[in-house]
Every structure is written in structure tokens, then in C-alpha cells.
């Protein structure tokens, strides 16, 4: 017996659908207010989020960790003073 059965695209492959993040998962993994995320985003130094719905917007998972990885780290890294 044949059956119909549509796979789940896996991460990183071709035809994925990206995840998407609300304001909320956006402040927590970025440590930045809300304030500073649409602040950010007005000086176009952070990704813009897309619109899903006429009060909604989501942000693309993997646009906001580039951002994270763009971003300076602190700790050992700093030059001596």
C-alpha cells in the first residue's frame, strides 16, 4: 500500500521554511530592549522583521543571529587599556 506522505524539510536544506522569532525571542536572545531593537532598525543596523498579519511582525531567525555574530563580544577580547 502507497500513502501520500509529504516530508518535513530539514534545517538548511533547499525549500526550508525559515523560522521566525517575536519581539519577545528577539529581545531575549539579542539582550536588546525593544526600544533599542526599533532604534536599530530606524539607523537600518538591525534586520527588519516581516509582516504576517495586519498587527503582527516576525523577525527571521537566522538574519538576527548573523546580527549576533556581527556584534562585538566583550570579556578577553578587549584590547589592554
Known amino acids: 500500500m502507497t500513502t501520500n506522505r509529504q516530508s ?3 534545517p538548511g536544506t ?3 521554511m525559515p523560522r521566525l522569532l517575536t519581539l519577545r525571542d528577539v529581545t531575549a536572545a539579542t539582550a536588546l530592549s525593544r526600544s533599542a531593537v526599533y532604534a536599530l532598525m530606524a539607523e537600518s543596523r538591525f534586520p527588519k522583521p ?3 498579519g495586519s498587527r503582527a511582525v516576525r523577525w527571521v531567525e537566522q538574519e538576527v543571529l ?5 556584534r562585538p563580544r566583550g570579556g578577553s577580547e578587549r584590547p589592554a587599556a
Open 8 to 10: 518535513t524539510p530539514q
Open 50 to 52: 516581516i509582516r504576517i
Open 14 to 16: 533547499a525549500g526550508a
Open 66 to 70: 548573523d546580527f549576533i555574530a556581527s
